[in-house]
T-cell receptor
Framework: QKEVEQNSGPLSVPEGAIASLNCTYSDRVSQSFFWYRQYSGKSPELIMSIYSNGDKEDGRFTAQLNKASQYVSLLIRDSQPSDSATYLCAVNTGKLSFGAGTTVTVRA | DTAVSQTPKYLVTQMGNDKSIKCEQNLGHDTMYWYKQDSKKFLKIMFSYNNKELIINETVPNRFSPKSPDKAHLNLHINSLELGDSAVYFC?????????????FGPGTRLTVL
């Protein structure tokens, strides 16, 4: 079983819609969780970190964590074409373990 | 002004050659990392140094040798390059190791082995 798994993409959403990205992890003792955005040909950029159960909102982004279910998600509200990118879920397992990423395309 | 910088940005070389990639961070972070991102975009850690001390050494061929002269620099030397080494190599840094591990990435070095 992979340490971090993300829902397979690509995910295509119309402009203004909500994009929902999911991630599950296998290590129960993980304490910190991250979402990175990576534009094509660029480096990963940290957009959200979450450490406790529940929701964390930052602008149009909301991260949700459920440690009992070993599940973390990212919602992008009012999606914009500039949100088109690959989103990487990362989990602290003593080191950062990354998922394979979900590519999001926002249609204008 | 760049927080984490890498040189070179592109590296094209022949099989069997030896090459180095350099990384510098000006964030005052204690921990630095090397990652490899393959053609399928999977990002995998290779090495991590904390205050010049190696703390993570994943299953990487010993042709890869990291070196940290000080906590702001982490270089990667690769001997006897192989076709499978072609990838994008990212350097990253963080304020500290676990548990927070908010990492900041450099722009990447695209290595192509012919």
């Amino acid at each position: 079983q992979k340490e971090v798994e993300q829902n397979s993409g690509p995910l295509s959403v119309p402009e203004g819609a909500i994009a929902s990205l999911n991630c599950t992890y296998s290590d129960r003792v993980s304490q910190s969780f991250f979402w990175y955005r990576q534009y094509s040909g660029k480096s990963p950029e940290l957009i959200m970190s979450i450490y406790s159960n529940g929701d964390k909102e930052d602008g149009r982004f909301t991260a949700q964590l459920n440690k009992a279910s070993q599940y973390v998600s990212l919602l992008i509200r009012d999606s914009q074409p500039s949100d088109s990118a690959t989103y990487l879920c990362a989990v602290n397992t003593g080191k950062l373990s990354f998922g394979a990423g979900t590519t999001v395309t926002v249609r204008a | 002004d760049t927080a984490v910088s890498q040189t070179p940005k592109y590296l094209v070389t022949q099989m069997g050659n030896d090459k180095s990639i350099k990384c510098e961070q000006n964030l005052g972070h204690d921990t630095m990392y090397w990652y490899k991102q393959d053609s399928k975009k999977f990002l995998k850690i290779m090495f991590s140094y904390n205050n010049k001390e190696l703390i993570i050494n994943e299953t990487v061929p010993n042709r890869f040798s990291p070196k940290s002269p000080d906590k702001a620099h982490l270089n990667l030397h690769i001997n006897s390059l192989e076709l499978g080494d072609s990838a994008v190599y990212f350097c990253a840094s963080s304020q500290r190791g676990p548990p927070t591990l908010e990492q900041f990435f450099g722009p990447g070095t695209r290595l192509t082995v012919l």
